[in-house]
């Protein structure tokens, strides 16, 4: 089953304790991003990543790290959490090929952080 | 000003009734268009995407592009109490950014 997998889905936690989320998917997709959700602010790119090795940044990189050392992982790191960074949290895998791209999406479950 | 705006509604519908959900956005890179159904504590799952102007149909859902416009339909035809979720708009420019708005919340009554 194709899927995008988070971990942990809900984290409480306080100012400065360095913490990752993890990613990953199973598809063998190139493209994978990470997104938060706000409330009235919708869904805000943080990182995205074309393939291993190639990131680039969103709307909203400030406070995030990632990396991309194999396909299938792309976690989110967050270096000195603040409770500004307490969001709904959404990593996304899309297929690389051009023809496949846009119909190809999967969204993972979503990761609950809370920043004390 | 956001680059796609939506309407945060809610759109409180009956069971049957043909609902259209809008999204204006002001980049004019934006080549693509997705529209995106969220249940509450779900993932997008990506409902529909068109190329430039134009319609698509899926089943009950009809997406429309009108770029002079710039502007993002999606109509729910014969609307299902099993329909109500938030609809999330978003655009995209290549293999790059992908733009969200904030979404409409919809609501259909049995």
């Known amino acids: 089953e194709a899927q995008v997998t988070q971990n942990p889905r809900y984290l409480i936690t306080v100012t400065g304790k360095k913490l990752t989320v993890t990613c990953s998917q199973n598809?063998?997709?190139?493209?994978m991003s990470w997104y938060r959700q706000d409330p009235g602010l919708g869904l805000r790119q943080i990182y995205y990543?074309?393939?291993?090795?190639?990131?680039d940044k969103g709307d909203v990189p400030e406070g995030y790290k990632v990396s991309r050392k194999e396909k299938r992982n792309f976690p989110l790191i967050l270096e000195s959490p603040s409770p500004n960074q307490t969001s709904l949290y959404f990593c996304?895998?899309?297929?690389?090929?051009?023809?496949?791209?846009?119909?190809?999406?999967?969204f993972g479950p979503g990761t609950r952080l809370t920043v004390l | 000003q956001k680059e796609v705006e939506q309407d945060p509604g809610p759109l409180s519908v009956p069971e049957g009734a043909i609902v259209s959900l809008n999204c204006t956005y002001s980049?004019?890179?934006?080549?693509?268009f997705m529209w995106y159904r969220q249940y509450s504590r779900k993932g997008p799952e990506l409902l529909m995407y068109?190329?430039?102007?134009g319609n698509k149909e899926d089943g009950r859902f009809t997406a429309q592009v009108d770029k002079s416009s710039k502007y993002i339909s999606l109509f729910i035809r014969d609307s299902q109490p099993s329909d109500s979720a938030t609809y999330l708009c978003?655009?995209?420019?290549?293999?790059?950014?992908?733009?969200f708005g904030t979404g409409t919340r919809l609501l259909v009554s049995p």
């Open positions: 068109t190329y430039s102007s």
């Open positions: 598809m063998n997709h190139e493209y």
């Open positions: 980049n004019s890179a934006f080549q693509y």
């Open positions: 996304a895998s899309f297929s690389g090929r051009a023809l496949s791209f846009y119909n190809e999406q999967f």
């Open positions: 990543s074309m393939n291993v090795e190639v990131t």
């Open positions: 978003a655009a995209f420019v290549g293999f790059q950014k992908l733009v």
